[in-house]
């Protein structure tokens, strides 16, 4: 049975995104899951919580030294966020892909921030960027009986082995 984390680089590569308090806030919760439904990625986990400013630092540990890493953490706790994880093979990358990027005024239109954000310090989602980011917030956010390992018959449809 494969770790509740995901395994990186298989089909049960596995990626947290989350829909920061902004993207709660204007209604797009259900804008930007369907992007990743409709891509074909598989959800495999989901709730709702209100991010303490501790958690905030430890989720954004790697930007402590930015300039802007006070108003970061102040953003990302202010409201429920809605935190996900989705597994697919290449979801870590694709899942940025999906995103768009960081900056909205960069992002093209057809991605997540492309088209429903204006601000960097606004930019409604967050995607992990690399493998060990993604095990490591699939953990930092969720116990292994929230994620739910499941079949789904329609994959044949959408994956195929080469
Ligand atoms: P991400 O992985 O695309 O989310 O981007 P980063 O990991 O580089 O930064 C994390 C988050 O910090 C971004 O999603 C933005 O919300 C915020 N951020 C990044 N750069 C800036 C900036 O220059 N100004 C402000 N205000 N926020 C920023
Ligand atoms: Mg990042």
Redesign the pocket.
């Given at each position: 049975k494969a770790p509740f984390t995901g395994v990186p680089g298989t089909d049960k590569e596995r990626t947290f995104i989350a829909i920061?308090p902004d993207g709660v806030q204007r209604g797009l919760i259900a804008a930007i899951i369907a992007r990743f439904e409709n891509k074909g990625f598989k959800l495999v986990a989901l709730k709702m919580l209100w991010p303490t400013k501790e958690k905030a630092e430890s989720h954004?540990a790697?930007?402590a030294t930015?300039?802007?890493f006070k108003?970061?953490v102040a953003?990302?706790s202010s409201g429920p966020i809605v935190a996900m994880v989705w597994e697919g093979k290449d979801a870590i990358k694709t899942g940025?892909v999906l995103?768009g990027?960081?900056?909205p005024a960069a992002a093209v239109p057809g991605t997540i921030r492309g088209d429903l954000a204006i601000?960097?310090?606004?930019?409604i989602?967050?995607?992990s960027?690399g493998p060990e980011s993604a095990v490591h917030e699939i953990a930092n956010w969720f116990a292994p009986e929230e994620v739910s390992d499941y079949p789904r018959s329609l994959d044949e449809w959408i994956v195929s082995d080469n």
């Amino acid at each position: 049975k494969a770790p509740f984390t995901g395994v990186p680089g298989t089909d049960k590569e596995r990626t947290f995104i989350a829909i920061k308090p902004d993207g709660v806030q204007r209604g797009l919760i259900a804008a930007i899951i369907a992007r990743f439904e409709n891509k074909g990625f598989k959800l495999v986990a989901l709730k709702m919580l209100w991010p303490t400013k501790e958690k905030a630092e430890s989720h954004y540990a790697d930007l402590a030294t930015k300039p802007f890493f006070k108003g970061l953490v102040a953003y990302f706790s202010s409201g429920p966020i809605v935190a996900m994880v989705w597994e697919g093979k290449d979801a870590i990358k694709t899942g940025r892909v999906l995103l768009g990027a960081t900056n909205p005024a960069a992002a093209v239109p057809g991605t997540i921030r492309g088209d429903l954000a204006i601000s960097v310090g606004r930019n409604i989602c967050h995607g992990s960027d690399g493998p060990e980011s993604a095990v490591h917030e699939i953990a930092n956010w969720f116990a292994p009986e929230e994620v739910s390992d499941y079949p789904r018959s329609l994959d044949e449809w959408i994956v195929s082995d080469n």
